[in-house]
């Protein structure tokens, strides 16, 4: 069994964490453009990195680690390519569940299953089942999500409740609408990280990042390492977050 490395010591002073990270994967497409290949090539080896970012995250201390694997404008893609992403996906999940569940990592998906094949959604369910007691580390893959449809989906069983009479109006807050969202059951995003070097959350965890630090890389995500992952942590402590209030 492998020597697990200790978390990344903090500064003198400095905040801990992030408890909570996520990640746009970028970059895979012109990864493969530049080195002459076809598109699928990144994404091949972009699954190869997602496997060493989790290690790496479990390693550095992350507790929950989210990675946007499939957006619902997605399906907008070549019906080739996006047949070859669900490929990978499947593969991954066969591949990849006994080692999530020896690292003690728990996996889960989120996003709309119903616009996923009956044959990964079932994938699905039995790692989620399959890594339930782990706590090392929470895995969450965004598949066939979208933040703007996961706010509308909250609003619409909000609004059914109170045409059933089961809810007034006026009790919704920001935190009952939260408890509607997909990622309910995540805690607060602390830091936001986008490879590739674009500069924007392409309608990834909307809501969620209303105080999420965000951090851009220009690595592409194949060659995202866990050196990448380091400084993006050391960056994040080098902020003060104040939420709205005046620096102490």
């Known amino acids: 069994m492998s020597t697990l490395a200790a978390p990344i010591p903090m ?30 090539a990144g994404h091949r ?41 669900m490929g ?10 006994e080692t999530l569940a020896k690292e003690g990592a728990r996996l889960r998906v989120v996003g709309d299953r ?10 699905i369910n039995t790692a989620e089942e399959r890594t339930r007691a782990n ?5 969450s893959i965004a598949l066939n999500y979208g933040g703007r449809a996961d706010i509308v989906q909250a609003a619409q069983r909000l609004a059914t409740a109170v045409a059933q009479g089961k809810l007034a109006p006026e009790a919704i807050d920001e935190d009952m609408l939260e408890g509607f969202l997909l990622t309910r059951d995540l805690p607060e995003l602390d ?11 392409s309608n990834f965890l909307l809501w969620q990042s209303a105080y999420t630090e965000l951090v851009f890389t220009n690595a592409l995500w194949p060659d995202f390492s866990k050196a990448d992952l380091e400084h993006a942590i050391a ?14």
């Open 11 to 40: 500064p003198a002073g400095m905040p801990e964490g992030p408890r909570h990270v996520a990640i746009i994967m970028d970059g895979n497409g012109r990864w493969a453009k530049a080195r002459g290949m076809p598109r699928t």
């Open 45 to 85: 080896r972009g699954v190869e990195t997602v496997r060493a970012t989790v290690r790496a995250a479990g390693e550095l201390g992350i507790e929950y680690l989210t990675l946007f694997g499939f957006s619902t404008e997605n399906w907008k893609r070549p019906l080739d390519e996006v047949n070859f992403l």
């Open 88 to 97: 990978l996906l499947r593969q991954y999940l066969r591949a990849e569940l």
């Open 114 to 123: 119903d616009g996923l094949a009956a044959d990964i959604v079932d994938m």
């Open 135 to 139: 706590a090392r580390i929470h895995v």
């Open 191 to 201: 830091m936001l990280i986008r490879t590739g070097g674009e500069q924007r959350i």
């Open 235 to 248: 960056e994040f402590r080098r902020r003060e977050r104040r939420y709205g209030a005046v620096a102490g």
